[in-house]
């Protein structure tokens, strides 16, 4: 059963309209309510002119056309998105939602409302015509119960709502338990064990690897100094053995390293670039992300005996050519990093092309992209531009056809869009059945994260990957919520109020500035990026003390600390030291910092007047006014504007004379026109009004004018326009200057607000200071300079990290060392400043105390989450770590946790293959599929053009009032957060009614949800949190029900599972050889009453039995015959686990209500055991749909013997051709990729794959076109 949210809902049920009327439905552009004469079913709104048709569950069955209106009748509606063919669909008599209803379920309650429903079947039966296909949807066959009808006649193919529930189970499928599995190398036996537990997700090794045949040089050297454990030696073996292939386009095949932070990827490097080293290449390019790592890769090349080759910084080099004299690098590593691979110098010489020149035509060594997740986003989401790195990444590979490619990265391919710089793989493009990495994303975004884990296996099988991890045995993570403190829950309310008030004032502000309106969508932007880091400070700083107070319990348990965060505020303490000199009281409030420099840089002020002129300086104004009108005689006679001259008069004509108009010739000059009486005169003997430039004569004016020098004199009407334009103009200037000063007045008002609020210091500072001071604290990040308390305890000093014996370049290593030593034994960790670092417990440090890992703020991705984690897990250490990862209790800053989990999430895909894999934070996944229809049913219902699917936080359904008042206050906020936009508050008897609406993009942008909800006050910020989630929550929920949620790969599990018969080998990869498999398993899931009654025995032994454990019988008959289960009582209490004879445990709990809802507890043993024993005999042989099913031996509904085929080996090169099959198959979970893991009994042979329904799998072979068995 399912709710149908895509179709617009209909106007509230208040009194049904008369048939005869037609229909009223909302319009689905201007929302009005428009009345649809009968049969219609399209019509255009006489309001806003939109087309449109009636939604599917408002067309009658019979399509009389309305008489006065001829319009075609539509084609029969297709099925809509989410209808299940095998079901009947009917709207809910209640909230109008299209429901998918089992045949033969005659009541149910609607899952989207909760009202009791109750199905007329004689009403449907005349409704539908005989044959079977997807019925239209009827209105009248739903009504809410009335007293219950007489008993149905059932008809034959009746559905029961137990077969219903076991079907549902069974989609959802056994979540996979334990998902690493201890690592060894399976085709290897050469070097010693590894220090430390290396395992492998279980789908990666159900896979295994080619047979090894390249035969490494530098063997017995290695077995001699044991420089390499045997996984290291593995590595070099397939990745040597994969370079000697060529790809279909003729370049050389890469190899991939997914391995883990701290299995030893460097050493492995070392030895690869040993190896190739002596078979005379001795060139190599290992590129990086920090130009420390250098060192690093100097003392891995050291440790595998490999002394004699040289390591060359290139940011330490010229741009001229290496191999030149003056620089004289001939072999050895260029080590560089990815952002020196984009650099070039002043004269345009680049570094990549320096390198190519370098390496040479026909280059065949090495090209290590080390951390290579750095080039990702060369393939990026739709709007925004590739990096120039990953483009670069791109480029150097393909001008380097030859070059040995290495792929390294503990998180490369955590979403496979991030594997578009990985084209030596050879996944898509000529010779594979992806003919670009477009369709490759395509294919795999379909098939959701089991793909993903498709491709590693895919990818280990063809011998181009191996991807193991640290165990993270003996790692501890813990999730602490930090709750907001008293005094910082008022500081964060404060602080959310002010942001909101700033909004109104700016806006009001901006409106006084008609002629700037480029600039005010800057200024937003500003704004709403300075709001975000705002209260990410803010909720750092929140966690301080909960940090503190962890960090100091560790230290007295004799551990020591190392603290992850992001963003060191240094950028804001530098502005600080700047304005206010080296010394201050206290440290820089970052949030404070923050505000002030977006109000100073800002604020819109309008422009400042120029100051009036006073009145010796008419004049001034009278010629610039002259000299901004050009000099033409209202008669269209062009004359010469008359220069006012300084004092020397003897410039010539030639120079004054600049327009060569035909008219403007000498003779002009002798004579010209009086303004007054027209008359003509030697321009002598005429003045001229400075301003206008008119001609008079002296005695035609009244009074006559004597002995005036032209230059300033100005005629009467200029003079009084002149008076006015100045009164005008200072009235005008002294109400901008008003403006201007009341503008300046408030901007010095807000800031001197912003200076008394009570705003938190910078955390970094703030934590070094509460654990001791920088004496105390070893800091690895990328700042320059810290503030430090002064030794009296009094003020603070501004002052550089590095000290005179330690350069700045040096002084992370240095810090580093003092941790490492114990002389420290607190680390705190920025992403900028420890990349590659390793703070493990090494064996091989002082230092060997357990390390404490808090995250105070958790990194904008997941990769780079796993990264910061992996700084304190690796080889060869003593003892593993414990994670804290730290939240506050505010709704919105579970987003960046939600960020890193959507990541971890996947990143269990390919960095670890299985997204059980690594720690679990999905609860808090919000950015996905579901996220954003949550987030739309929550708007619309807040904005009130829907109701809300859940009853908000805090409110009941019996008091409407409250929900009403929390719509407004939820409405209210998001006015004030700028996501409700061109709001309005109603007048007249709406008074309080605000109107506004919400723009496309922001409907499904959940990631500006999150981040805006964040400048909330608290209280309202969590309530509307929990109602997103609760929405979410729902969705989710029904999308399991449906079985369209897409739960990664699924445990296919039962009592016995037996291969069945020869694998059939389907494909053959050419390269590697690798093949397709086609498994045929046969699963006997049933419990027999033997063993049921013991797990219920051993339950009341252990004590652990609660009164309501039994068997059970179901309430209501199917077919004639009742359905048995056992229950008991699960570790959540109130839920009970269920058994069933024929498909043993289900995963599903049952609650109890539930439970004694639909079955009763039986109390008779030997009826249950005849009951329980029959159902067992009977489910052998047919499925719980009865004798007539319409899928007849390919259902596997409640069966208990089932036959299960299962395409293991090489999936990508067959992807298409399955997914060709699938498409084909009536029912809806038998159509989704899905990708599941079956273990066989007997001999414990683990197989991962796709699973081709029974139904599919002869046209999957024919389209194949599959080899016979493979005897030989």
Known sequence: MMTQPSVPPPPPPMAPPPKSNGVQVRCAGCRMILTVGPGVTEFVCPTCQLPQMLPPELMTPNNNIHPQIQLKPLPPPVPAHGIDPTKIQLPCAHCKAILNVPHGLSHFSCPQCGVDLAVDLSKVKQLFPPPVRPPAPVPPAVRAPAPLPSPIPIPPEEVNEVAIEVEREEDEGGTAGETFTDYRPPKLSIGPP?????????????????????????????????????????????????????????????????????????????????????????????????????????????????????????????????????????????????????????????????????????????????????????????????????????????????????????????????????????????GTSFSSFQEFLVALDKGGVGALELVAMDMKARGMYVCRTLSYKGAEFEVVEAPLEAEMM?????????????????????????????????????????????????????????????????????????????????????????????????????????????????????????????????????????????????????????????????????????????????????????????????????????????????????????????GDWSCHSCKEKTEEYLQARHAYLAEMLKRYEAALDRKSKILEIIRSLNLPNNPLDDIIDQLGGPDKVAEMTGRRGMLVRSSSGKGVTYQARNTKDVTMEMVNMHEKQLFMDGKKSVAIISEAGSAGVSLQADRRALNQKRRVHLTLELPWSADRAIQQFGRTHRSNQASAPEYRLLFTNLGGERRFASIVAKRLESLGALTQGDRRAGPSLSAYNYDSSYGKKALVLMYRGIMEQDSLPVVPPGCSSEKPDTIQDFILKAKAALVSVGIVRDSILGNGKDSVKLSGRIIDSDMHDVGRFLNRLLGLPPDIQNRLFELFVSILDVLVQNARIEGNLDSGIVDMRANIVELEGTPKTVHVDQMSGASTVLFTFTLDRGITWESASTMLEEKQKDGLSSANDGFYESKREWLGRRHFILAFESTTSGMFKIVRPAVGESIREMPLPELKNKYRKMSSLQKARNGWEDEYEVSSKQCMHGPNCKLGNYCTVGRRLQEVNVLGGLILPVWGTIEKALSKQARLSHKRLRVVRIETTADNQRIVGLLVPNAAVETVLQDLAWVQEIDD
């Open 194 to 430: 590894h220090p430390d537990p290396i395992v492998e997700t279980s789908s990666l090794s159900a896979v295994q690897p080619p047979e090894p045949t390249y035969d490494l040089k530098i063997k017995d050297d290695l077995e001699r100094s044991e420089a390499l454990s045997c996984l290291q030696i593995e590595t070099l073996v397939y990745a040597s053995q994969r370079h000697l292939h060529h790809l279909p386009n003729g370049a050389r095949a890469g190899f991939f390293i997914g391995d883990g932070a701290g299995v030893g990827k460097g050493r492995t490097i070392a030895g690869l670039i040993w190896e190739n080293w002596h078979h005379g290449r001795r060139k190599a390019l290992w590129i990086s992300v920090g130009s420390d790592l250098k060192f690093d890769a100097r003392r891995d090349l050291d440790d595998v005996g490999a002394p004699c080759i040289g390591v060359h910084a290139l940011n330490k080099l010229p741009y001229s050519k290496l191999d030149s004299k003056s620089v004289g690098i001939r072999e050895g590593v260029v080590f560089l990093t990815y952002s020196s691979l984009i650099a070039s110098s002043e004269k345009g010489r680049s570094r990549l092309q320096q390198l190519v020149q370098w390496c040479g035509p026909g280059f065949g060594g090495l090209v290590i992209f080390d951390e290579c997740h750095k080039a990702k986003n060369l393939v990026p989401e739709a709007g925004s531009q590739p990096t120039r790195t990953g483009e670069a990444v791109l480029e150097i590979q393909a001008r380097l056809p030859e070059a040995r490619v290495i792929y390294c990265s503990a998180t490369g391919a955590s979403e496979p869009r991030n594997m578009g710089y990985m084209v030596r793989l050879g996944l898509w493009g000529t």
């Open 490 to 710: 008022e500081m964060y309310k404060k602080a959310a109020e002010f942001w909101a008030e700033l909004r109104v004032e700016l806006l009001s502000a901006s409106a006084f500035l008609l002629n700037e309106k480029p600039s005010s969508s800057q200024l937003w932007r500003l704004y709403w990026s300075s709001h975000q880091r705002f209260f990410r400070h803010m909720c750092m700083s929140a966690k301080v003390p909960v940090t503190v107070r962890l960090a100091k319990q560790a230290l007295m348990d004799d551990k020591c600390v190392v603290i992850g965060l992001q963003s060191t505020g240094e950028a804001r303490t530098e502005e600080a030291v700047t304005k206010y000199g080296l010394e201050l009281d206290d440290f820089i409030s970052g949030p404070r910092e923050l505000l002030l420099k977006f109000v100073e840089e800002n604020y819109p002020l309008p422009e400042k007047p120029e100051p009036v002129p006073g009145e010796e300086s008419v004049k001034e104004l009278q010629r610039k006014r002259h000299s901004a009108t050009p000099g033409v005689s209202f008669k269209g006679r062009v004359r010469k504007a008359a220069k006012w001259k300084p004092a020397s008069d003897g410039e010539s004509d030639e120079e004054s004379e600049s327009d060569s108009d035909p008219e403007s010739n000498e003779s002009d000059d002798e004579f010209q026109i009086c303004e007054i009486c027209n008359g003509e005169e030697e321009r002598k003997k005429l003045i001229e009004c400075s301003c206008c430039s008119h001609l008079f004569h002296p005695s035609c004016l009244v009074p006559p004018v004597l002995g005036i020098e032209s």
